[in-house]
């Protein structure tokens, strides 16, 4: 009985989950929702890595939501959120492809997750914790005013598995690399279609939060792999602070 009880509660919060995308509000008029969604492509070179915001504080390229013919929220088309308010789930929609079908890729996916006391480290210490050491694959913005405002390095970077798995400091910061392999050859296309809980630490914006995806293209030699294209389509919602 105990065991029939459990796999009901599971059903039932996934249900929920899914038809409300997680805000708890099944009419977005009743709250002030701001509805984001955001579409990004990009090339990431063999041997290079490069991150994508899913969800970051940023209090400068939030920008004023607007309204959407056929939606009862109002609607931003980036992925910033502004202090105070709550996002609890993040949909993302990957895909991923070679520039060149006779090579062979494995490509890796992780994440970055970043708070307050950990997304407003100083320039140094970002590079070599959340970066590659000469870049940081995040960045804080500390001038007066944008305090703790997230964005993310709008290129790729040198980058493998190889330097990942030699420092236990990024393997810390730049979750789930080693466990998230994807093999791309004749032509094969990778797609991933996921909602993601935000975590605990991320949930309430604030300065230093961002929520990241990290995409590697483990191959370093050009003989042996191409270029990847991605494409990354997210969608959230965000419960300004004034709504709570």
Same mark, same amino acid.
């Given at each position: ?5 459990? #796999? ?27 509805? =984001?969604?955001?579409?990004? #492509? ?31 929220? &109002?609607? &931003? ?31 890796? &996916? ?51 598995? =190889? ?8 393997? =810390?910061? &730049? ?15 990778? #797609? ?53």
């Amino acid at each position: 009985m105990p065991y029939r009880r459990f #796999t009901s509660r599971r059903r039932r919060s996934y249900g929920n989950q899914r038809r409300q995308g997680g805000t708890g509000a099944t009419f977005s008029g009743s709250q002030n929702i701001i509805r =984001h969604s955001n579409s990004t #492509t990009a090339t990431i070179a063999s041997g290079k890595t490069q991150v994508f915001n899913l969800v970051a504080y940023n209090n400068e390229f939030h920008g004023t939501p607007v309204a959407s013919a056929g939606s009862s929220a &109002l609607v &931003l088309t980036n992925n910033f959120t502004d202090r105070g308010s709550r996002v609890d789930y993040v949909t993302m929609q990957l895909t991923i492809k070679q520039t060149d079908t006779t090579k062979n890729n494995t490509c890796y &996916l992780g994440l970055i997750s970043t708070s307050f006391n950990t997304g407003r480290l100083d320039a140094t210490l970002m590079k070599n914790q959340f970066g590659n050491g000469t870049y940081p694959w995040i960045v804080s913005d500390e001038s007066l005013g944008k305090e703790g405002n997230m964005t993310v390095r709008a290129t790729a970077e040198d980058y493998t598995l =190889h330097q990942y798995s030699l420092n236990d400091i990024q393997q =810390h910061n &730049l979750r789930g690399l080693l466990k998230r392999q994807m093999q791309l050859y004749s032509g094969r296309v990778i #797609t991933a279609n996921s909602t993601i809980p935000l975590p605990r630490r991320n949930r309430r914006q604030q300065e230093g939060s961002i929520l990241a995806l990290v995409i590697m293209n483990d191959s370093e030699s050009d003989t042996a792999g191409s270029d990847v294209e991605i494409r990354l389509d997210t969608f959230f919602k965000e419960i300004p602070s004034n709504a709570i």
